[in-house]
């Protein structure tokens, strides 16, 4: 079958970093991505499925990996060559139409899962990420053994397989990956803002995972009062439309934060601040201003990923603030002490809020140049998410 | 012998007229045949001998006694004076405020008098930096009396040194500076650049609360101001003030006024050829204004605004009259009139006028667009009596490069203003209900105004304020060479050009427009008849 | 700890070698010119003939008329701008102040009127101070009266006076008539005057009593009196010291004085001396106490207390402190200096 995949060649992946800053087109171009004719994967044992996918999204993630800014930390969390893709719908063998959680966890590796019920992203320790009876992989998507989304086919493991109903579209389901990555960054705040009479939650940046986490924050975090960082129009308009209170510039955003926390500024830090802030840009200069205006004790969650950043941490050792990684999803606790799969509150989510309004165009794999591009370029190009469309003719396109 | 100011009726051989524009100038040409230009008088001589000047109203004072004879020893003798947002550009050296002090002072010292206080009058705005306060006063006066806490700047949030005086009968509440309130003799040393200021509204507002302010401050009474240089009877301002006046000269301190006026000699030299009439330009004027105009065009900004902010005025004391509050101010508004009265007959479709550097919010600082409204709208429009220069629903024109800049020591409040309200709405009226109470409450504006050097937090909302008589006036207002988002988010229309203004304005005012240019910088009033 | 008396013997030799040999290639030069004889060289007198004696203008008849004239004039303004103001500065690092009070007076551009400057004095430096403090217009038309038993008794001096600091002979107790014609011309010409009431240098710091010449010059001339308070200066260069010690001062100016119309010289010259007096007051504290003093004739005396002796000195030294002096450029001691 033709399949994109990405290979570790080093001239490759030097070539693509040096071009993506003059023209993320021609760093794909002459990136490690290349369509390539490849045997489909064979099942690796019992419980596992083969996927006939629809759609798949391409993320941020992805596009670090293709123009070859991906951090050197994932270097032994990923098998090469590998397929990359992991928000993804299909259909299985029995038709049966699905959604993907791409982590490989226990279960998928042959290990016992950390508790009872736990999902694959569970467990305080990564080891079976990078053991197991598979190559390493932390997701469908960055494993040679699996495939990826980017083909149209690759092996799924039962624990990994979320059937949606038949009332869901294919372009909601798209989005339950985001979505739950989303979610699970707003539940992140719940330590510090869960019993607030009327908290502040701050979001800089309002690409596909931003938009995310103002819909889970609107939806799971009750009383709290969204503020937003977007840059584009678009970004701005989807944002209030999901439940942001305020939407302003991003470098009006600490100014928004002052006023409604009624704090002082002192310096270009402010006295008090947001009880918690989700950075979905993941830049130095993004994690400087969130912990700028987030209050002393309070939570900046990084949803985004960042890669070799440098910032003064003076201000977070003084104010006692907590920095928190927020990277994927698996059981949460919600407020009020129950526990949900973050998968489940994600389908719910895309399926109630309309989320195929954030799927912004999709194109065929042999356009993978365009399609990446066009990611690469979403916000100033007024996308939010671009998706590759596998289904046979008559091709589908959204808007 | 200074030749009166007169209308100029646009004909083929006029020359391009002055417009300024910020911190820089144009030369435009107005249509001929349908257009005027008004220039104001040129500056009228100043009084010979100040210093004899200011002894002899202080002797010879109207409807009260010399001061000598108001002066006792033991007495609380408090000294008002108005704050360095006039006059503009600042005076040379010795400033007006500075004589006459010391004169007032010389004759506290013989009298023996020695709990003087020297306070600042300067309402909600910002509090002066030291070399502001020395430029004004003098080394002398500062040196003696900053070091002993008798010389400071009233604070309008310091609610344990506010006295109410009391209420007119429309319920409007007279708060004051208590140590003015409870003293024995109040003395104001006031500078009247234009006829709005002086009066009862030295104290009224100079000394008031923001509670006091209130009652006349905002969007509903300045619409109802038609306009503030002119009778007072037409000015819900003045009204409201001189309401305030009648309690305060019940119940309030003895006072002793003292006025002054100023000529409009604005500009040293070699720039005097800004106030002088195109036609008369010698040739050096003429290369002045061009290597001007060409070096600011290549002067980064902070320069230009250095170079601009630091100009020291020759303007002098053309009258001084002290005594009795209403019966100075009536003289001091003869003088004023006297300099700056231009006699223009009817209206026109289209006012152009040129917004300078600075506006009396913005001394040695940065005009931002919220400023550019209120000078446009607010001051220059407002320099008519009887009637505006442009007709009900006419087209307001106006130059300036209106960026989006904010100076952030002096006016932190007017940043969130323009993000937060200006995008709500631009209705006076509505944003005075909507949003000025959460900018008066704010507890950092708050410690910035009574800690720093900025303006108070709902000062904003007073410079929108002041233009909203001219913005109601106007059926539409045009920024020619302004910022495009940010004119759009002031509620006017961008222009790159004059002639593209013009084109705009038509669908307004029809196709042949008439004109009437307002010649500033120097300060007129049109007597529109 | 005394100090170094004059020059060592080795020093005085070794200069003589010097001497020696700067002096060969002169005497090379001059050795043609030794035949010649008078007209190239001074007459020798024969005997038995009595030669009258020129009559040496100096003292109060010295001539400075060439002084005030264009090329003179030229060469003052680059002396006075360029190493005279350097010198002062380091010298006395002054601050001015009070020019404002001229700003009615200076407001009338070309028509100002000649001004007599009467400042206290206590220094040589003070008048260096002088020339280079005066404001414009005056600045380049000023002319000083110095004493003319000490600033003209040599030619050389005469000169150097008259050059560099445009300076007219003036007697010290009565102003005699010549003096006084020749400032009363200058005056009308528009040269403006800085005279020291005083009549000279302060001996022991204090002030002296101010003599009526500034007053009686300011009746007949009509030209008005500014009174100048210098301070600091006598710790600088103060009578009686061998070498300057660089310090700060301060120059402040006062309010034009006009004699009243009848006013008698004796009792206009008090008006002035009192100026000055309220002017030092002001200098040494603040604008207001001086005012407040001023009007309850308590302020300090120039003169100082009336006692004498140590007592004297250490008052002295305690005003010192409050002023300009006290601010020295390298806080040393703190002792008062009883020499």
Redesign the interface.
């Known amino acids: 079958m033709k399949a994109l995949q990405v290979d570790k060649k080093l001239a490759k992946l030097g070539m693509a970093r040096m071009l993506s800053a003059i023209s993320p087109a021609a760093a794909v171009r002459m990136g490690p991505l290349e369509m390539v004719t490849i045997d489909p994967p064979a099942l690796p044992g019992p419980g596992w499925y083969r996927v006939h996918t629809h759609l798949a999204g391409i993320c941020g993630s992805d596009l670090a990996t293709v123009e070859g800014h991906a951090s050197a930390y994932f270097d032994d969390w990923v098998s090469f060559p590998f397929v990359p893709g992991h928000e993804v719908v299909g259909h299985l063998d029995d038709g049966r139409r699905v959604v993907i959680e791409p982590v490989l966890g226990h279960a998928a590796r042959g290990f016992e899962p950390p508790f009872e019920g736990a999902a694959p992203g569970d467990g305080n320790d990564y080891a079976h990420l990078a053991t197991g009876h598979l190559e390493p992989g932390i997701q469908i998507g960055f494993c040679n053994s699996t495939c990826g989304g980017w083909a149209p086919q690759f092996v799924a493991h039962d624990s990994q397989i979320h059937e949606i109903p038949d009332t869901m579209s294919d372009e909601q389901a798209v989005l339950v990956e985001p979505a739950a990555g989303g979610i699970h960054a707003a539940l992140l705040t719940l330590p510090i803002v869960g019993g607030a009479e009327r908290p502040v939650v701050a979001v800089l940046g309002a690409g596909t995972m931003g938009l995310c986490a103002i819909a889970g924050l609107r939806r799971y975090v009750p009383g709290v009062q969204i503020i937003v960082g977007a840059r584009y129009p678009h970004q701005q308009s989807l944002a209030t439309a999901l439940g942001a209170d305020t939407v ?1 510039k991003p470098d ?1 955003l600490a ?2 934060v ?2 409604a926390t ?4 002192v310096g270009d830090h402010l006295s008090g601040g947001a009880d918690a802030t989700i950075d979905a840009v993941a830049t130095s200069d993004s994690i400087a201003d969130c912990l700028r205006f987030t209050r002393p004790r309070g939570r900046v969650v990084l949803m985004g990923m960042p890669a070799q950043v440098s910032v003064d941490l003076t201000g977070l050792w003084h104010r006692e603030t907590q920095l928190v990684g927020a990277y994927t999803y698996g059981t949460e606790t919600m407020l009020d002490g129950s526990r949900r799969r973050t998968f489940d509150l994600a389908i719910e989510t895309a399926q109630q809020l309309g989320f195929e309004r954030l799927l912004s165009a999709t194109y065929r794999l042999d356009d993978h140049d365009d399609a990446i591009a066009h990611a690469a370029a979403a916000g100033r190009r007024g996308a939010v998410k671009i998706a590759f469309d596998l289904r046979p003719a008559p091709k589908k396109e959204s808007a | 012998m200074p030749r009166p100011g007169f209308v100029l009726e646009v004909d083929r051989s006029t020359p391009p007229i002055l417009f300024w524009r910020g911190e820089n100038f144009s030369l435009e040409k107005l249509p001929a045949g349908r257009s005027r230009v008004i220039y104001p008088p040129e500056p009228l001589k100043a009084i010979d001998d100040i210093d004899s000047a200011i002894t002899h109203a202080l002797l010879n004072p109207i409807d009260q006694d010399p001061l000598p004879a108001l002066l006792l020893p033991g007495m609380r003798l408090t000294i008002c004076f108005d704050d360095v947002s006039l006059p503009l550009p600042k005076m040379q050296q010795p400033d007006t405020r500075q004589r006459v002090i010391e004169a007032v002072l010389d004759m506290a010292a013989e009298a023996g008098v020695d709990d003087v206080h020297i306070i600042a009058a300067l309402g909600l705005h910002r509090r002066m930096h030291e070399y502001e306060m020395r430029h004004a006063l003098g080394d002398r006066i500062y040196d003696a009396f900053h070091p002993r806490g008798m010389l400071y700047q009233h604070d309008a949030e310091d609610h344990d040194n506010l006295a109410v005086l009391g209420t007119t009968d429309h319920g409007e509440v007279l708060e004051i500076n208590k140590r003015a309130a409870e003293s024995d003799l109040v003395v104001y040393v006031n500078i009247n650049s234009v006829p709005m200021d002086g009066g009862w509204k030295s104290i009224c507002t100079g000394l008031a609360s923001y509670r006091c302010l209130s009652h006349h401050h905002n969007g509903e009474t300045l619409q109802n101001t038609r306009s503030m240089s002119g009778h007072r009877k037409h000015s819900a301002l003045h009204t409201s003030i001189w309401r305030m006046g009648q309690v305060l000269q019940e119940n309030g301190p003895k006072l002793f006024q003292i006025e002054t006026t100023l000529n409009t000699d604005m500009f040293p030299k070699p720039f005097d050829f800004i106030a002088k009439r195109e036609w008369e330009w010698t040739g050096r004027d003429r290369a002045t204004y061009l290597a001007t105009t060409k070096s600011l065009n290549r002067t980064p900004l902070r320069i230009a605004r250095k170079i601009f902010h630091n100009i020291e005025a020759p303007h002098q004391m053309t009258s001084i009259q002290a005594g009795e509050t209403e019966a100075v101010h009536a003289l001091t508004l003869e003088h004023v009139y006297r300099q700056q009265l231009v006699p223009v007959e009817g209206q026109t479709d289209i006012l152009t006028m040129g917004i300078p550097y600075v506006c009396p919010y913005n001394p040695d600082s940065v005009m931002n667009p919220i400023l550019v409204m209120c000078m446009g709208l607010g001051y220059l429009f407002n320099m008519y009596r009887n009637k505006p220069l442009v007709r009900q629903g006419g087209v307001i024109i106006m130059t300036h490069p209106t960026y989006r800049d904010f100076h952030p020591v002096h006016h932190p409040s007017y940043i969130d203003f323009f993000e937060q309200v200006l995008p709500d709405t631009t209705d006076p009226v509505v944003m005075g209900h909507k949003w000025e109470r959460q900018y008066a409450e704010d507890e950092w504006y708050r410690h910035l105004y009574r800690t720093g050097n900025a303006y108070h937090g709902v000062h904003p909302f007073y410079a929108w304020y002041w233009g909203a008589h001219g913005q109601q006036h106007a059926g539409k207002v045009i920024i020619v060479g302004g910022d495009a988002p940010t004119v759009r988010r002031l509620g006017f229309t961008p222009a790159s050009t004059m002639d593209d203004a013009f084109e705009i304005a038509t669908d307004v005012v029809g196709r042949a427009p008439t004109i009437t240019h307002l010649h500033v910088p120097s300060l007129l009033v049109a007597d529109v008849s | 700890m005394s100090e170094r008396k004059g020059v060592s013997a080795a020093t005085m030799r070794r200069a003589g070698k010097v001497a020696d040999m700067a002096s060969a290639p002169l005497r090379m030069v001059l050795k043609p010119t030794a035949k010649l004889g008078f007209p190239y060289r001074p007459p020798t007198t024969p005997k038995g003939v009595v030669v009258p004696v020129a009559p040496t203008r100096l003292g109060a008849d010295y001539d400075t008329a060439w002084a005030r004239r264009a090329p003179a004039n030229a060469a003052r303004t680059i002396i006075n701008r360029g190493p005279l103001q350097l010198m002062v500065k380091m010298l006395a690092d002054p601050e001015i102040l009070g020019v404002d009070r001229l700003a009615d007076l200076q407001a009338k551009g070309d028509d100002a009127p000649a001004v007599i400057f009467a400042p206290n004095h206590h220094s040589h430096v003070d008048t260096p101070l002088m020339v280079t403090a005066v404001p414009e217009p005056w600045r380049s038309k000023l002319t000083i009266a110095a004493a003319a038993d000490y600033f003209f008794d040599k030619r050389m001096k005469g000169a150097a006076a008259a050059l560099a600091l445009n300076a007219l002979p003036i007697d010290r107790e009565v102003t005699g008539r010549k003096s006084s014609d020749l400032i009363r011309n200058l005056i009308d010409d528009g040269w403006s005057l800085v005279i020291y009431p005083e009549g000279g240098r302060s001996p022991d710091g204090w002030g002296q009593e101010f003599k009526g010449g500034a007053a009686y010059l300011s009746i007949r001339t009509g030209a008005p009196v500014v009174p100048v308070f210098i301070d600091g200066t006598g710790a600088i260069y103060g009578k009686g010291m061998k070498r300057p010690k660089p310090g700060k001062s301060r120059v402040i100016f006062g309010r034009p004085l006009r004699p009243e119309p009848g006013e008698s010289t004796r009792r206009f010259n008090a008006r002035i001396e009192a100026a000055v007096t309220s002017l030092g007051d002001e200098a040494l504290t603040d604008f207001w106490t001086a005012r407040q003093r001023t009007a309850t004739k308590t302020s300090p005396k120039l003169t100082g207390p009336e006692y004498h002796g140590w007592r004297r000195q250490w008052q002295l030294s305690e005003q010192r402190k409050l002023g300009a002096a006290g601010v020295r450029r390298r806080q040393k001691r703190r002792w008062p200096d009883i020499d």
Request: aromatic letters at 0%.
């Open positions: 302003v009006e100014r928004a002052r006023r009624s704090s002082h500024m």
